[in-house]
T-cell receptor, first 115, second 114 residues
């Protein structure tokens, strides 16, 4: 069974631009979560989608948004990029997304650099 | 405030040696505690998961222990290999809530040298 895939793997943008990241979960997984990882802050939860609905949201500004499609694939969008948005963005999928009881499988991440 | 603190921040050991990583948490009550391994530039991979009632869980050369009374967990790596070089992240899940409630430690960066 194929793992979680994320595209693109690397991205370089300039301040003010917007970016869209894509995540394909493991087949059969309905929950997709997004995380931002930076050296200073570690892993921070962005949001979770389940059956095309945002179920949980972290403490990030509205510039960060996402969506999930009927095939469970998910996209994350960041508008008006800032230098501080430079990070590794990780997508994780799980069967039902029942919080800590359900194992999350992480993708390789998208490394976003904002210049 | 619920917290997860890991120590040491970084560690260097020689290949073949054992090491122990620590995780102290204040989350209470909690559902489970996980250890993840994250290779550089890759996503985290789950190594072990323990509920509050378990006190040890093994995965090959990795053994996690949990002391719910002292709110401490440790990850012991036996006969280390170069491929063990990675960051190890402790994650605690509160008794209720979704992934937005997970509390991540900052991680321990392990370097195994030949």
């Amino acid at each position: 069974k194929a793992g979680v895939t994320q595209t693109p793997r690397y991205l370089i943008k300039t301040r003010g631009q917007q970016v869209t990241l894509s995540c394909s979960p493991i087949s059969g997984h309905r929950s997709v979560s997004w995380y931002q990882q930076t050296p200073g802050q570690g892993l921070q939860f962005l949001f979770e989608y389940f059956s095309e609905t945002q179920r949980n949201k972290g403490n990030f500004p509205g510039r960060f948004s996402g969506r999930q499609f009927s095939n469970s694939r998910s996209e994350m969008n960041v508008s008006t990029l800032e230098l501080g948005d430079s990070a590794l963005y990780l997508c994780a999928s799980s069967l039902e997304g029942s919080g800590g009881r359900d194992t999350q499988y992480f993708g390789p991440g998208t490394r976003l650099t904002v210049l | 405030k619920n917290q997860v603190e890991q120590s040491p921040q970084s560690l260097i050991i020689l290949e073949g040696k054992n090491c122990t990583l620590q995780c102290n948490y204040t989350v209470s009550p909690f559902s489970n505690l996980r250890w993840y391994k994250q290779d550089t530039g890759r996503g985290p991979v789950s190594l072990t998961i323990m509920t509050f009632s378990e006190n040890t869980k093994s995965n090959g050369r990795y053994t996690a222990t949990l002391d719910a009374d002292t709110k401490q967990s440790s990850l012991h790596i036996t006969a280390s290999q170069l491929s063990d070089s990675a960051s190890y992240i402790c994650v605690v899940s509160p008794i209720s809530g979704g992934y937005n409630k997970l509390i991540f430690g900052a991680g321990t960066r392990l370097a195994v040298h030949p």
